[in-house]
Structure formats: C-alpha cells, structure tokens
C-alpha cells in the first residue's frame, strides 16, 4: 500500500542554490556510496 511508503532524504543543494521549499520538486542524482 502506497500509504505505507515511507523515506527519509538528507539532501545539501550544489552551487548557490536557494532554500528548498515543503512539496518542492526535485531532481536526485545518488552518490556511488550510496547504490
């Protein structure tokens, strides 16, 4: 149940990037350490 789906995401913005707003889209690109 999708409900259910839950995650956690730590995320630092690169470069001189603004504060991230709530419901903000995003693009994620994952560190090698992380897959």
Do not use: H, T, W
């Not at 789906?5 to 707003?21: K, N």
């Amino acid at each position: 149940n999708r409900q259910k789906l839950v995650y956690l995401v730590e995320a630092r913005p690169e470069g001189d990037a603004g504060p991230l707003q709530p419901g903000q889209i995003v693009d994620v690109d994952l560190a090698d350490s992380a897959r």
